[in-house]
């Protein structure tokens, strides 16, 4: 293995890495889920964005969305009112952790393509001047 292709695997490594440990971390912080009564959701069902089941206890009382469901649009008194405070967050942090995701898959390739090109360039350089 040449010392191009060492130095790609380390670097790509070491992005991956901060990658996980930015989820890991992201991930940890999330204690509950978007819904009243709801337990906080795996890590792939955040990711992929699989639609949480409704509560059973909403589903008997025939509770609106509203009472329930915090990733609707609601203002700040109805939130309260709700006490959908901590679940409001939770669907922000899920959110924050499907873009840190994202980020991190579109920052590897980014530099995978600026990585491949500036190695092609230098080797021009290097050719060029010797």
């Known amino acids: 293995m040449n010392l191009i292709t060492k130095a790609w695997l380390v670097s790509q ?3 991956i890495l901060t990658a996980v440990i930015i989820q890991t971390t992201f991930y940890r912080e999330i204690k509950v889920g978007p819904m009243l009564g709801m337990q906080k959701r795996d890590y792939w069902d955040i990711i992929q964005n699989v639609e949480p089941q409704i509560p059973q206890f ?3 009382n025939n509770l609106p969305p509203q009472r329930y469901d915090a990733r609707l649009e609601l203002s700040q008194s109805e939130i309260e009112r709700a006490n959908l405070g901590a679940y409001r967050k939770a669907y922000r942090q899920e959110e924050g952790i499907r873009m840190a995701f994202k980020g991190g898959i579109l920052v590897n ?3 995978f393509t ?5 190695v092609r360039y230098f080797r021009m350089q290097l050719r060029r001047n010797s």
């Open 114 to 118: 600026l990585y491949h090109l500036l």
């Open 58 to 60: 909403a589903i008997e």
């Open 109 to 111: 390739l980014i530099y």
């Open 13 to 15: 490594g070491l992005l």
